[in-house]
């Protein structure tokens, strides 16, 4: 892992949240997920601190590339080592690869093409021979901890709701948001004026 991903600038009462379970149906099917909303102020404050990178947060810009969700996963790591939250690192660690796969498969879809947008162009969304769907380049994770709790977030281009099926244990996808709802405390998204945010809130035991 080098520096050149990351980007530190140093100067934040919960509920649920559930959404409908949806029918298995392999035809595409799904639901999507509520934005959040009357968030705790303090949570609320902090989603906000991520999205505006302020406070002790930290950014990673994640690059479509078959490595890059290895790569925001070992940054997340080294992040938790640094603040010393070995035991959330299973966690996170699933959490953030989940989230990163879900952004690269993803926003594609709404920023490919459009100008002015940092997009990856190489091959078709949906194709097999291009698993990351186009994404765009401008995707980032970011981190913000204050003492016991950790919180996540993954920025994409795409302004469209996550969206949860019900998940076939058989297949090797088509779980991502049911594990982040069972690894962290709470979960949620908000719109932002270029894409979204998706976030996900840990406690260290």
């Known amino acids: 892992m080098t520096s050149r991903h990351a980007h530190d600038d140093t100067r934040w009462e919960l509920g649920p949240l559930t959404g409908p379970a949806v029918p298995r149906d392999h035809a595409v099917r799904s639901t999507p997920v509520p934005e959040s909303s009357d968030l705790p102020p303090r949570l609320d404050a902090a989603v906000t601190a991520l999205t505006e990178l302020s406070g002790p947060t930290v950014s990673f810009i994640v690059r479509p590339d078959p490595e890059s969700v290895t790569e925001a996963r070992h940054f997340a790591l080294s992040r938790l080592t640094g603040w010393e939250l070995p035991e959330l690192a299973d966690d996170v660690g699933l959490v953030v ?43 980032r994770l970011r981190l913000v901890h204050k003492n016991p709790w950790l919180l996540c977030g993954i920025m994409d281009a795409s302004r469209s709701a996550p969206r949860r099926k019900e998940p076939d244990y058989i297949a090797e996808t088509g779980r991502g948001l049911h594990l982040v709802e069972s690894f962290s405390v709470r979960w949620g998204w908000r719109t932002l004026p270029q894409g979204k945010i998706v976030w996900a809130l840990f406690r260290s035991p």
């Open 97 to 139: 690869s989940e989230l990163v796969t879900n952004a690269l498969r993803h926003s594609g879809r709404a920023a490919c093409g459009r100008p002015g947008d940092d997009v990856h162009r190489e091959g078709v969304y949906d194709d097999p021979a291009d698993p990351l769907g186009s994404a765009p380049a401008a995707i």
